[in-house]
């Protein structure tokens, strides 16, 4: 399996958000953080502009919603186009019935697990997801430092899906760069957001090569 990577908007340019999506054109998927006040301490954006990123983004849309009762509102999100939606163990009710019902309408299903999150207790429905999220921060803003005790967790899970024969992706979200995407590639993760280190870095095309580079070397199958 290759490594996709996948920056995130929420480092982006809210006022120039077309140009800042065609600026990732290197990149594999488009990561969109939802965020409402609640579930973390942060609001970003909604259903109608998630919409149109969805309409305009040239890239597959990964939607990542840190927000409470996602049973609720996430089947709008895969209404609107988004190739696949995330959505967290500490605010879903229904894990199984949400994955099918987001799997009924087209859209690919991932669940998120916080960095106090065991990720053990989903390995009896690992089935039932595409991608399992591992979140290398606390879920709410981008620029905070990686949290390198999250490692065993990607590997654990990396080993787990391995012994199930499942082809389940993991998707790591915090801190990740050119200098830790050679840590989380070599726990087993595939599929890495990086916000500021691509939207911060002077070149955004040379920012999406080096952490991909960096990551495919290290990566462990
Ligand atoms: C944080 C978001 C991330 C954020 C990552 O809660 O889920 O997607 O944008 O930002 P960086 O890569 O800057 O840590
Ligand atoms: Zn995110």
């Known amino acids: 399996m290759s490594i996709s990577i996948a920056p995130s908007i929420l480092s982006a340019d809210f006022c120039n958000l077309e140009r800042d999506l065609d600026a990732i054109h290197a990149a594999d998927l488009v990561h969109i953080d939802v965020m409402d006040h609640h579930f973390v301490p942060n609001l ?31 089947p709008q999100f895969a209404q609107n186009g988004a190739d696949s939606v995330t959505f967290h163990m500490g605010a879903t009710h229904a894990p199984v ?6 799997h009924d309408m087209g859209t690919k299903a991932c669940f998120a697990v916080r960095p106090a999150e065991p990720v053990e207790p989903i390995f009896d429905i690992l089935s039932e997801f595409d991608m399992i999220l591992i979140m290398t921060v606390e879920p709410g803003f981008g620029g905070q430092k990686f949290l390198d005790n ?17 082809n389940t ?5 915090g801190g990740v760069s050119p200098k830790t995407a050679p840590l989380v590639a070599a726990a087993g993760a595939d599929v890495l957001v990086a916000g500021s280190a691509v939207y911060g870095a002077p070149d955004i ?17």
């Not at 992706?169 to 979200?173: G, P």
């Not at 960096?214 to 462990?220: D, G």
């Open 44 to 74: 970003t954006i909604g259903e109608p502009v998630v919409k149109r990123i969805c309409e305009v983004s040239k890239l597959p849309t990964d939607v990542h919603l840190m927000i409470d009762d996602p049973d609720r509102w996430a």
């Open 97 to 102: 019935r949400l994955a099918r019902q987001l």
């Open 150 to 166: 999250q490692l065993g967790k990607v590997r654990r899970l990396r080993d787990e899906i391995t012994r199930q024969g499942l």
């Open 169 to 173: 992706r993991v998707e790591v979200d």
């Open 205 to 221: 095309t040379e920012a999406i090569t080096s952490i991909r580079e960096a990551a495919e070397k290290a990566y462990r199958d």
